[in-house]
């Protein structure tokens, strides 16, 4: 008789496309948690607005960023990505935008600094407001490149035009160079600012604007953010086989102090040790 769970467990092992024992172990451990997963897990395959090689590269994504790194995910994600139909220039891409995140250091850390240092009497030590011509020049080559300006990047021009001079060269190549849609471009930007593992709203929020400038639909970036959503997961992914490994270890050692005190007990004259050889017992 098929149940509810084994048709669930159908459906998890079709839209994974490789299922780990962690899926089985997990789903002997806990049906219940393992049917509670699978289905929230479910609910952007379901909804179907993006195709199953963006899936991927947002995957891919998302474990590959600075903030995240599981190495495993990463490279099961590459593995789906090629099946359905990726070039590995697309996949390399996906991780060349990626590795722009470690530039929120300044997002972050760029509005404070003149915060403090007007609070500390030292606003002289701050750029006028202001452009020469040198960084006029870098802000029509940041828009023509991205297509988009905001005040943030007015501000990061101001103070350190150095940085940002070496930052828009970077963060340009995969645009003046790559083969992913802008759309999707935008996913991947959507994707690592909203994870649970960065939350930058201000980025978040600035790609998503991005993302429907260059076509994307609302029901393609609540895609997005359901597969970001599931990350979680990897706590019990990474978890279980510990726990399972140290449970075996302490039964174990348990059950080995067990013997060593049966050994040792006082109140017994005699130890019977079983024989190796079964004539023996006769």
Avoid at 5 to 21: H, I, K, Q, R, T
Avoid at 70 to 93: T, V, Y
Avoid at 276 to 281: A, D, I, K, Y
């Amino acid at each position: 008789m098929v149940t509810a769970g084994d048709v669930l467990w159908e459906e998890f092992s079709a839209n994974e496309g490789e299922v780990s024992p962690i899926w089985g172990d997990l789903r002997a451990a806990c049906p219940e948690f393992f049917a509670a997963y699978a289905n929230l897990a479910a609910v952007p395959r379901r909804r179907g607005a993006l195709d199953v090689k963006t899936r991927e590269l947002i995957m891919l994504a998302i474990n590959a960023a600075v903030t995240h790194l599981n190495k495993d995910e990463m490279r099961r994600h590459i593995r789906g990505a090629l099946r359905h139909k990726a070039k590995p220039e697309e996949i390399l891409e996906v991780l060349q935008l990626v590795s722009v995140l470690g530039i929120h250091a300044i997002s972050i850390g760029f509005p404070a600094l003149k915060d403090i240092a007007n609070a500390a009497g030292r606003s002289d030590e701050l750029p006028g407001p202001n452009l020469d011509a040198h960084q006029a020049r870098l802000k029509e080559q940041f828009q023509a490149a991205r297509g988009y300006w905001s005040p943030f990047w007015e501000e990061a021009l101001q103070l350190d035009p150095s940085l940002f001079e070496a930052y828009l060269n970077f963060s340009s190549i995969p645009w003046t160079h790559g083969v992913l849609e802008p759309k999707v471009r935008e996913f991947i930007y959507v994707a690592i600012d909203a994870s649970t593992t960065h939350m930058f709203d201000m980025g978040t929020r600035g790609h998503m604007a991005n993302a429907l400038k260059h076509g994307a639909t609302v029901a393609e970036i609540l895609e997005v953010l359901e597969h970001a959503a599931a990350i979680g997961i990897q706590s019990i992914v990474e978890g279980l086989p510990i726990l399972h490994e140290e449970v075996a270890a302490h039964r174990a050692a348990a059950g080995a102090q067990q013997d060593t005190t049966r050994l040792a007990d006082p109140g017994r004259t005699s130890v019977s040790v079983p024989p190796t050889n079964p004539e023996q017992s006769e």
